[in-house]
């Protein structure tokens, strides 16, 4: 399965053209993530969410580096992380 990562829930108005795709599935957090905390403990939500064939695209790179990060302590496993520019 392929998720849309967002770290804020007020995206969902701005892109629609991706919560629309059957392609994707969109994961937002309840709140904004505001701190270092936050984007930990949404990396964890992730964690349990997906599974390790998905493929996770996220919209702000710095949760995909966190989200690496506590991938790598908790699971001991890795992930290769790309940033993609227009």
Known sequence: MNYFIFD???DKNVMKFIINNPNYTAVFPKN????????????????????????LIFWY?????IFNLVKKVFLKKFLICTELVN
């Not at 904004?32 to 390790?52: E, G, H, N, P, V």
């Open 32 to 55: 904004k993530l505001s701190s270092i905390f936050d984007y930990i403990s949404y990396s964890k939500y992730l964690l349990r969410l997906t599974s390790k064939q998905d493929v």
């Open 8 to 10: 804020n829930p007020n």
């Open 61 to 65: 790179d710095f949760l995909g580096v």
